[in-house]
């Protein structure tokens, strides 16, 4: 499984961006795909995750209401959407996919490149 994530950028406060995550590869229908985010001198931080077929998700409660995930499954593509940014949201930010409805990122299996997310105050 390979994952390619879009580029990131560079966002003012209140603004809005949206990353995009392609996998390719053998994936089952039964797989998660997470989102996790790491700040400079932070460790790596759960934002939220979606069953790549049920579309269940859930987020951290520093995101719920301001971020979205969302698949196309025609594309292989997961969508992470985010609304209302904040600086404190700045950090590099990777998709990932596993086996396990889980939010640590040692339970996640594949992972796509990290992407820079900043957002000046």
């Known amino acids: 499984v390979q994952l390619q994530a879009s580029r990131g950028g560079l966002v003012q406060a209140g603004g809005s961006l949206r990353l995009s995550c392609a996998a390719s590869?053998?994936?089952?229908?039964?797989?998660?795909m997470g989102w996790f985010r790491q700040a400079p001198g932070k460790e790596r931080e759960f934002v939220g995750h979606m069953g790549w077929s049920g579309g269940r998700t859930y987020y951290v409660d520093s995101v719920q209401g301001r971020f979205t995930i969302s698949r196309d499954n025609a594309k292989n593509t997961v969508y992470l959407h985010m609304n209302s940014l904040k600086p404190e949201d700045t950090a590099v930010y990777y998709c990932?996919?596993?086996?396990?409805?889980?939010?640590?990122?040692?339970?996640?299996?594949?992972w796509g490149q990290g992407t820079q997310v900043t957002v000046s105050s």
């Open positions: 590869g053998r994936l089952f229908s039964n797989y998660v």
């Open positions: 990932a996919t596993g086996r396990i409805w889980a939010t640590k990122a040692s339970d996640y299996d594949y």
